[in-house]
């Protein structure tokens, strides 16, 4: 079970910084990702991290102003989210899967999603 938590709403330009917990204690076996979906839009890749936090991978869209890391202590995932802009507004969802990858088929866990909404 994954819960996101975090979301919230922000002026352009500020900060959040998401967390998606999971109640499994083979947290530290499985490769993360931070997926979005828009209203009328589909649901978007926007980062993922390997299983030991060594690689990372990002969208051209967030690169430069979103952080994935991990605690495996914790059994914990974030997404720092930096200089947030109106069209970062989505539904933020956490998803655990066995092979780092920008592909949401290929993500077996998925959480029930933390809203993110971007004032201008």
């Known amino acids: 079970l994954l819960t996101e938590s975090g979301g919230g709403l922000v002026q352009a330009g500020g900060s959040l910084r998401l967390s998606c917990a999971a109640s499994?204690?083979?947290?530290?076996?499985?490769?993360m990702g931070w997926f979005r979906q828009a209203p009328g839009k589909e649901r978007e890749f926007v980062a993922a991290?390997?299983?030991?936090?060594?690689?990372?991978f990002y969208s051209h869209s967030v690169k430069g102003r979103f952080t994935i890391s991990r605690d495996n202590r914790k059994d914990t995932v974030y997404l720092q989210m930096n200089g947030l802009e109106p069209d970062d507004t989505a539904v933020y969802y956490c998803?655990?899967?066995?092979?780092?990858?920008?592909?949401?088929?290929?993500?077996?866990?998925w959480g029930q999603g933390t809203q993110v909404t971007v004032s201008s």
């Open positions: 499994t204690q083979t947290f530290s076996s499985y490769d």
């Open positions: 991290i390997n299983w030991s936090g060594g690689s990372t």
């Open positions: 998803a655990a899967g066995t092979a780092l990858s920008d592909k949401a088929d290929d993500y077996d866990s």
